[in-house]
């Protein structure tokens, strides 16, 4: 069974701009999260997806924004791009029902680099 | 004060030894605790999850929860060197609009 699935790998982007990162979750799963791992810092949640709706969402700026698509895949778009941007952000999956009952199963991440 | 918060480490132990890794939560309403090992550059991956008063084993691994003192630990017998990586402790509730609060991660290294 294919895991969480993540791209790019690797997103280098300048100040100003916009990134797009995606996510593919396992079959069957229908909840998508999306975290921020900074250097040497902690998981930081950003957005839960769970049946195409945005379920909850951390304490970041609205340019952090995101939407899933019917075939439960996500978007995580980050807009006007900042330096403090750069990080290893992550996308989990679980069964439906909230990220507080299931376990939730990482993709391989995406390194965003702002310079 | 964080809601999850674990000793950030290093904890360092030989090989064999038992390594022991704490985490104490804030909120009396959670429901589920994660444990998740994270090695250097990599994503986290799933190790155990408790939901309920005591112990659960798995393997090497043992899970153990104590929700009146609000902690939950995480030991690890006959440690090896592959053991070596960053442990997550992660906390949830069941709530609608619940989610999974993680800790900053406690740093193992075993030593051969």
């Known amino acids: 069974e294919a895991g969480v699935t993540q791209s790019p790998t690797h997103l280098i982007k300048t100040r100003g701009q916009q990134a797009t990162l995606r996510c593919s979750p396992i079959?069957?799963?229908?909840?998508v999260y999306w975290y921020q791992q900074a250097l040497g810092l902690g998981l930081q949640f950003l957005l839960w997806?769970?049946?195409?709706?945005?379920?909850n969402r951390g304490n970041f700026p609205p340019r952090f924004s995101g939407r899933q698509f019917p075939n439960y895949s996500s978007e995580l778009n980050v807009n006007a791009l900042e330096l403090e941007d750069s990080a290893l952000y992550l996308c989990a999956s679980s069964l439906a029902g909230g990220q507080g009952i299931h376990e939730q199963f990482f993709g391989p991440g995406t390194r965003l680099t702002v310079l | 004060q964080k809601e999850v918060e674990q000793n950030s480490g290093p904890l360092s132990v030989p090989e064999g030894a038992i390594a022991s890794l704490n985490c104490t939560y804030s909120d009396r309403g959670s429901q589920s605790f994660f444990w998740y090992r994270q090695y250097s550059g990599k994503s986290p991956e799933l190790i155990m999850f408790i939901y309920s008063n005591g112990d659960k084993e798995d393997g090497r691994f043992t899970a153990q929860l104590n929700k009146a003192s609000q902690y939950v630990s995480l030991l690890i017998r006959d440690s090896q060197p592959s053991d070596s990586a960053t442990y997550l402790c992660a906390v949830g509730d069941n709530t609608n609009a619940g989610k999974s609060t993680f800790g900053d991660g406690t740093t193992l290294t075993v030593k051969p």
């Open positions: 079959s069957g799963h229908t909840s």
């Open positions: 997806y769970d049946e195409g709706e945005e379920r």
